[in-house]
């Protein structure tokens, strides 16, 4: 499931619910390339999720983080302690440093930096990770970053998710989408924010949308009635995750409005 002996580029998704999902174990993707993986997110219920799969948290070798929300993160102090102490391996994170600095300031350090002292200092963000340090576009007018990974091409673009307030990506809390080689648009959590698409559209040919699709309007998701208003060429190619457990009472709506669908947890989806 971490390889394939093909070129295709797959996305499978560990999870495709919401955070409080009790059916779909929230939202996080594992793509692969080749010999090369990385898992978009590890929520609270990424673990049990994995394990459903066969694999545990150590078998993964790379993750990509968005935002510091626990449906996305919860799972990441499995990660470093069985990989500390079990597998005695360090993963790898992907993600700019600002971010980095501020998921282990405000979230990671509390469970992870006191479970030993190396040459009488706590454990710090470098003990327990290394790192793909993705560089910033500087003449981008959206905070965008982009690495490698192998034969895989990736890049971080800052989103609109939290505080609800935040007239824009500037002013909210640090979150980031995703376009992986150039042609995946995976959005992770965002309110509708359709200039995204302007922006996104003037840099990379994206040809499948992945995008974050709560199923009322309110709050700090895109909802399906907002999404609803794009252009029927950019819903045609769009499918819809992070939703709720009553997921299937919409589906004839939202094929009505124009949409892929919504995404099917567990299932492949390979570009060739
Ligand atoms: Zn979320
Ligand atoms: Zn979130």
Do not use: E, Q, W
């Given at each position: 499931m971490l390889s394939r002996d093909d070129t295709a580029l797959s996305i499978t998704f560990i999870g495709a619910g919401n955070a409080f999902t009790k059916k779909y174990y929230q939202n996080n993707a594992l793509v692969v390339k080749g010999n090369d993986h990385f898992l978009i997110d590890c929520g609270t219920r990424t673990p049990e999720a994995l394990g459903m799969l066969?694999?545990?948290?150590?078998?993964?070798r790379n993750y990509l983080i968005t935002h510091s929300h626990a449906d996305h993160i919860g799972g990441l102090e499995e990660v470093m302690l069985l990989n500390r102490y079990v597998a005695k391996k360090k993963p790898t994170m992907i993600a700019p440093r600002m971010y980095r600095r501020f998921l282990w300031k405000h979230s990671?350090?509390?469970?992870?930096?006191?479970?030993e002292r190396v040459d009488g200092k706590y454990l710090r963000f470098e003990d327990l990770w290394d790192v793909v340090d993705p560089v910033r576009?500087?003449?981008?007018?959206?905070e965008l970053c982009e690495a490698t990974l192998g034969s895989i091409k990736i890049a971080m673009f800052r989103t609109?998710?939290?505080?609800?307030?935040?007239?824009s990506w500037r002013s909210s809390s640090p979150s980031y989408g995703v376009v992986i080689d150039g042609r995946i648009l995976f959005t992770s959590d965002t309110r509708y924010d359709p200039d995204l698409f302007r922006f996104l559209g003037e840099r990379y040919a994206i040809e499948a949308i992945f995008h974050d699709c709560q199923l009322?309007?309110?709050?700090?998701h895109a909802s399906l009635d907002e999404l609803a208003g794009l252009p029927a060429g950019t819903k045609a190619i769009m499918s819809l995750m992070?939703?709720?457990?009553?997921?299937d009472d919409y589906a004839d709506k939202a094929a009505a409005m124009g949409f892929k669908g919504f995404v099917k947890q567990h299932e492949p989806y390979v570009f060739e």
């Open positions: 066969g694999l545990s948290v150590t078998d993964v990671l350090k509390g469970g992870a930096a006191y479970n576009l500087p003449d981008a007018d959206r609109t998710h939290i505080p609800d307030s935040a007239p009322f309007t309110g709050g700090v992070h939703y709720g457990d009553a997921v």
